[in-house]
C-alpha cells in the first residue's frame, strides 16, 4: 500500500471563520478541516477491483429510503416576529420538496491536493444542490414500504396498522375547514378551561389521554374517548357558516403564522402591521451538524446506531471522531483463532481503521469500497490527526487521535485515558495504525486532549455531539464498572472539552449533547425491532470483514477479526439507550395557556416562551448557570409558578472531586421570564469513586398537598428521593428500595392527589404509591407488567396514572392504567401499534409521539388513526403538553438544535397544525 511522506509541521492557525449550515439534503462539502491549512499528505483508499459489495443493493435501496424523508423546506418564525409559513400540500399528494442551496461549512481544500480515483468525486469540490422552489412545502407520503404491525401477545387489542405522512391539512381543504372548526372550538374552550390544583391545565372535557397531571373520563381500555357533541337543527347551518369564515381566515393565517395561526383562529383579529408584512420565501431547513467523540473503533457501531444510519442516510454531514487507536492486543484473530497469530498492535489499529471505513462506506453509499481521502492535520494539543473524508458523500468525515488505549477493561492500566484522567499518567502516547498518513508519534497531556477536542469541535462547529455514558456505574457484586473504561473517561473528556468550548469559542452555534449507554445495554430487553437489529448487525458483519476479502488493498486486513465470530455481541445490535435526556416533560404550560420549553444547549439551561394562546414565541434564553446535564423535569406549582428540575456536573480541582447532583430553579413569578439561582438537593452518592457518580435524571410530581418531590435512581439501583416540607426546606434523601432498576423513574399524581412512581427494571415495572397525599410512599410493588423497554411515560388521567412504554423487539407502543385504591393495581394493558420506534413516548389528549425507524418524529392522533410519520429528526425524547382544556403543544429539539412546536385540537379527527421552528437559523453569532 502506498505510504505518504510526512507531513509539513504547521501552526495552529486559530478559529475558522463559521459558515452557516447547509440546506437540507445539500451534501456538505469535506467538512471544515479547511481552516486547519494542513499542508498534508493523502491516501487514498481505492475501490477493489472484481470485490463487488454482495449486500450493497439492499444498503443503497436502505438509504435511498431514509433520505426520501429526510428533513424538508420550514418557514422559520423569528423570535419576537411574526413571519409567513408555507402552506401544506394534501396528505394523499406530492412528493418530497427539492431544497435549495444553501451557506454552509465549505468543502475541506488541502493546501497540497491528492489526486482523486474519481474526479467526480473529489473531495474539495462542492455538490451543488437543486434550487428550492418558491412555495416548498412539506412531504407526501411516505417513501419507505410499510412493515407489518406486529400483534400483542394476548395482552391487549390488535395493533392498527399502518402508516402514512405526517398529515398536516391544509387550511383551505375539508381537513382544513375540520381543523379549523376543532381549533375554534377548543380555543374557546380553553378560554373556558379550569386549572388542576397543582397549577396544571385540567384535561379534555372530552377525555383522551389527557396532559400531564390532568384527568380524563375516557375509557379506562386506552385512554380515549369520543368526539363532541354535534350541533343540530337551525344551528347546525349557523354554525357550518361560523366554520367556512373561520377556515377562510385559516388559510390566510397558516400561511403567515403557522402554528400560531390555529391559536388565533378561536377571534380572528385584523392583524397587526407585522403580521401583514410581504411572505418571503421559504428558508431551507438546517439539517444540523452531528459529531460523535467515541473511545474505539466500533463503539459508535454498537452503540449509537441505528441514530448514525439515520443520520447518514438523511444526508446530514456526519463526523465520528476515534479517541483511542483501539490496538487492544495486536492480534487480528477471531476468538480460538488467535493462538498462531503474530501481535500487530499498529496493523490490528489500521485494520479496525478499515473496517470502519468499509462500514461508513455501505452506510454512505451501500458500497464498502466507495473511495475515501487521508489526510494529516495538526491538532490543537500539538499532536497530529488523521482526517479521512468520503470521496462519494464528503459530508461523512472520520477524525483519528490515535492515542493509546487502556487495553483492559476493568483492571488498573496507568497508559490510559483513566489513568491520563486521574494523574497516574503525565502523558499518553500515541500508537500510530499501520497505514496512517501520520508519521510523527506525539504524546498529550490530559490539558492538550481536551484542547485538541475543543479544536476539532471549533472546526466541525456541531449542532448535535453525540458522546458514551460518563457515569456508567458499577456492578453491585463486583463493584467494577458496567462499561469499559475508555468509553467511562472518554465521555469525561468530552465532557471537559464541551464545557471548555462552550466557554471559550463565541463564533459558534448552540449544540445539544446526546450520551449513550454502552455495554449494559446487553442486559436490557431489546429496544429494536428485528428489521433494526438485522440492519444494524449487517453493518458490523462489514467492520468485522466475515468475507475475508480484500476490498481494501490492506495488508492488515479490511476488518476487526475479533468480532468475526460474534458481531453481535452482547446483544448489543438488537438495542440503542440514551443514557441522558429522555424525559418527556420538559414542555409545559401556564395559567395564560402561554407554552414554555426547557431543554440544554451549551451546557445551560435554554427556555423559550410563547405569551399566552396566540402570543409569539422568544428564545432560546440560557439561564445562568453552567454544567448542565441533558434531562430537564418540570412542575407547576400550586402558585403558578414553574419548577425545572436537572442534574448538574461539577469537575472540581482533583479528579476524585467530579460531581453529578440534582438542581432545580424556580419561575420567580408566574408567567415571569425570570427564574431563580440553581439551587442544590445534592446527590445520594457519597463519593464519585462508590458508583461512578451513576444517578438518574429527577423524576419530579407535586401531590395532593402541594408538595413537590424529586426521584432518582442510584447507582446501586435502588429509588432514593427528596420531599419539600411545609416550610420550603427539603428532607433528606430516603431509601425507597427496589432492585435492578434501570433509566429514569416516572412519577405521576392520581385523581385523588397521591404520588405514584414507577420504574422500569430488565424482567418488569415495580411501583410506588403514596397511602394519602402528604405521606411517605408506600414500598416497592410487583405490577405484573411485561418487561419494557426504556424509559417509561407516567400521566395522570382517568383517575390513576396511565403509563407509556414500547413493547421489546417491536417498538410497539403499549399503556397500561394503574390505579391506587388498595395498592397498585394495573388494567387493561393494551399494544397501541406504532412505527417500529425506539425511546421515549409522550403522550397529552389525544395526541402520542415518539421516534419512529428511520428517525423521525411518529405521531397518532387518535383511537383508530394511523401512525404517522413527520420529518422531523431529532435530539433525546419529544414533549407534550395540554393547553387549558382543549388544545395540545407538541415539541422536539431538531439535530440543528433548534426547537420546533406544532399544536393540534384535542379531538379524534384533530389534525397537527404545520411545524413552526422557533427563532433564527442556529448558526454563529
Known amino acids: 500500500m502506498h505510504q505518504a511522506s510526512p507531513a509539513a509541521e504547521h501552526a495552529w492557525p486559530g478559529p475558522a471563520t463559521h459558515q452557516p449550515a447547509p440546506a437540507a439534503g445539500h451534501p456538505q462539502g469535506a467538512a471544515p478541516f479547511g481552516a486547519w491549512h494542513a499542508a498534508a499528505d493523502h491516501h487514498q483508499v481505492p475501490p477493489a477491483a472484481g470485490h463487488p459489495e454482495t449486500t450493497a443493493a439492499h444498503a443503497i435501496r436502505h438509504a435511498a429510503a431514509g433520505a426520501a424523508y429526510g428533513p424538508q423546506p420550514w418557514q422559520p418564525v423569528a423570535a419576537g416576529a411574526a413571519a409567513p409559513y ?57 417513501a419507505r414500504a410499510p412493515r407489518s404491525a406486529t400483534p400483542p401477545d394476548g395482552d391487549g387489542e390488535a395493533v392498527r396498522p399502518g402508516r402514512g405522512p405526517q398529515r398536516t391539512a391544509p387550511a383551505g381543504s375539508p381537513q382544513g375547514r375540520r381543523a379549523a372548526r376543532r381549533a ?28 400531564r397531571g390532568g384527568q380524563g373520563s ?102 465520528s471522531v476515534y479517541l483511542t487507536s483501539g490496538e487492544a492486543d495486536g492480534i487480528n484473530a477471531a476468538e480460538g483463532k488467535q493462538g498462531s497469530a503474530k501481535p500487530d498492535k499498529p496493523g490490528y489499529a489500521e485494520a479496525r481503521q478499515n473496517g470502519i471505513r468499509a462500514a ?46 487502556a487495553g483492559t477493561v476493568h483492571d488498573p492500566a496507568p497508559d490510559s485515558l483513566h489513568g491520563l484522567w486521574d494523574g497516574k499518567a503525565t502523558r499518553l502516547e500515541s500508537v500510530l495504525a499501520s497505514g496512517t498518513p501520520v508519521k510523527q508519534r506525539f504524546t498529550y497531556t490530559k490539558d492538550q486532549v481536551v484542547q485538541t477536542l475543543v479544536g476539532v469541535l471549533e472546526q466541525y462547529k456541531p449542532t448535535t455531539i453525540r458522546s458514551q455514558d460518563p457515569t456508567p456505574g458499577r456492578f453491585p457484586d463486583t463493584r467494577r464498572y458496567t462499561d469499559h473504561q475508555d468509553h467511562l473517561y472518554g465521555a469525561r473528556f468530552v465532557q471537559l472539552a464541551t464545557a471548555a468550548y462552550a466557554k471559550d469559542v463565541k463564533d459558534r452555534p448552540h449544540f445539544a449533547v446526546q ?32 468475507d475475508r476479502q480484500n476490498h481494501c488493498g490492506s495488508n492488515a486486513g479490511c476488518g476487526d477479526l475479533k468480532v468475526s465470530g460474534n458481531p453481535a455481541g452482547n446483544r448489543w445490535t438488537e438495542s440503542i439507550n440514551y443514557a441522558r435526556g429522555a424525559g418527556t416533560s420538559w414542555l409545559t404550560s401556564d395559567k395564560e395557556h402561554g407554552l414554555w420549553a426547557f431543554k440544554v444547549l451549551d451546557g445551560q439551561l435554554a427556555v423559550w416562551h410563547r405569551t399566552g394562546l396566540i402570543g409569539r414565541w422568544s428564545g ?101 428521593g427528596r420531599v419539600q416540607q411545609a416550610d420550603g426546606s427539603w428532607g433528606p434523601w430516603e431509601k425507597y428500595g427496589g432492585t435492578d432498576l434501570h433509566g429514569t423513574p416516572a412519577t405521576a399524581t392520581d385523581g385523588a392527589g397521591r404520588r405514584m412512581v414507577f420504574s422500569s427494571t430488565s424482567k418488569t415495572v415495580v411501583g410506588w404509591v403514596q397511602p394519602r397525599p402528604g405521606a411517605p410512599l408506600g414500598p ?21 396514572v396511565r403509563l407509556w412504554f414500547r413493547k421489546p423487539g417491536s417498538g410497539n407502543v403499549r399503556t397500561a392504567l394503574v390505579t391506587g385504591d388498595g395498592g397498585l393495581k394495573v388494567n387493561h394493558l393494551t399494544d397501541l401499534g406504532g412505527l417500529q420506534g425506539f425511546g421515549a413516548v409522550t403522550a397529552s389528549g389525544h395526541v402520542l409521539a415518539g421516534r419512529t425507524a428511520g428517525g423521525q418524529l411518529g405521531s397518532e392522533l387518535g383511537s383508530g388513526r394511523p401512525w404517522e410519520r413527520s420529518p422531523l429528526m431529532f435530539v433525546g425524547a419529544p414533549s407534550s403538553t395540554m393547553t387549558g382544556k382543549n388544545m395540545v403543544g407538541l415539541a422536539v429539539l431538531g439535530l440543528d438544535a433548534r426547537l420546533y412546536v406544532t399544536s393540534s385540537a384535542d379531538a379524534p379527527d384533530a389534525y397537527l397544525a404545520p411545524w413552526q421552528p422557533v427563532g433564527p437559523r442556529n448558526t454563529a453569532p
Open 780 to 800: 416497592a410493588t410487583a405490577t405484573g407488567l411485561p418487561d419494557t423497554t426504556l424509559p417509561l411515560t407516567a400521566e395522570g388521567r382517568e383517575g390513576g
Open 360 to 405: 461508513y462506506a455501505k452506510m454512505a453509499t451501500g458500497d464498502r469500497s466507495s473511495a475515501w481521502k487521508r489526510t494529516v492535520v495538526p491538532t490543537r494539543g500539538g499532536g497530529q490527526a488523521e482526517v479521512d473524508v468520503l470521496q462519494a458523500k464528503p459530508q461523512v468525515n472520520l477524525v483519528w487521535l490515535q492515542m493509546r488505549e
Open 184 to 211: 375554534e372550538e377548543a380555543a374557546a374552550g380553553t378560554r373556558r378551561a379550569g386549572d388542576t390544583g397543582t397549577g396544571r391545565p385540567a384535561a379534555a372535557a372530552r377525555g383522551g389521554r389527557g396532559g
Open 515 to 546: 450520551n449513550y449507554l454502552g455495554y449494559v445495554n446487553g442486559s436490557l430487553p431489546s429496544a429494536l425491532d428485528p428489521d433494526e437489529a438485522r440492519e444494524k448487525l449487517d453493518i458490523l458483519g462489514t467492520y468485522a470483514w466475515l
Open 86 to 142: 408555507p402552506q401544506t400540500p394534501p396528505a394523499d399528494g406530492g412528493g418530497h420538496a427539492a431544497t435549495g442551496p444553501g451557506p454552509g461549512p465549505q468543502p475541506w481544500q488541502p493546501a497540497v491536493h491528492a489526486q482523486s480515483v474519481h474526479a467526480a468525486g473529489r473531495a474539495g469540490q462542492p455538490y451543488a444542490p437543486a434550487a428550492t422552489p418558491a412555495g416548498a412545502g412539506y412531504p407526501g407520503p411516505d
Open 218 to 319: 375516557g375509557s379506562p381500555g386506552d385512554g380515549r374517548t369520543g368526539g363532541a357533541a354535534r350541533p343540530h337543527g337551525p344551528w347546525k347551518r349557523l354554525v357550518k357558516a361560523v366554520a367556512l369564515c373561520a377556515a377562510a381566515a385559516a388559510t390566510a393565517m397558516l400561511v403567515l403564522r403557522g402554528n400560531d395561526a390555529l391559536d388565533r383562529l378561536a377571534a380572528p383579529a385584523p392583524p397587526d402591521a407585522k403580521a401583514t408584512a410581504p411572505a418571503v420565501r421559504a428558508d431551507a431547513p438546517d439539517p444540523g451538524r452531528v459529531l460523535q467523540i467515541v473511545a474505539h473503533p466500533d463503539d459508535d457501531l454498537y452503540f449509537m446506531n441505528p441514530d448514525l444510519r439515520y443520520s447518514i442516510a438523511a444526508g446530514h454531514p456526519v463526523t
Open 620 to 720: 432560546p434564553t440560557l439561564l445562568p448557570g453552567t454544567g448542565m446535564d441533558q434531562g430537564m423535569s418540570t412542575v407547576t406549582l400550586t402558585d403558578g409558578r414553574i419548577a425545572v428540575f436537572g442534574t448538574r456536573t461539577s469537575f472540581g480541582a482533583k479528579p476524585a472531586d467530579y460531581k453529578r447532583e440534582v438542581v432545580y430553579a424556580v419561575q420567580q413569578r408566574p408567567g415571569a421570564e425570570e427564574f431563580g439561582e440553581w439551587q442544590s438537593l445534592g446527590t445520594p452518592e457519597a463519593a464519585d469513586e462508590n458508583w461512578t457518580s451513576d444517578i438518574s435524571a429527577p423524576a419530579v410530581s407535586v401531590d395532593g398537598t402541594g408538595r413537590p418531590a424529586a426521584y432518582v435512581r442510584d447507582g446501586s439501583d435502588t429509588l432514593r
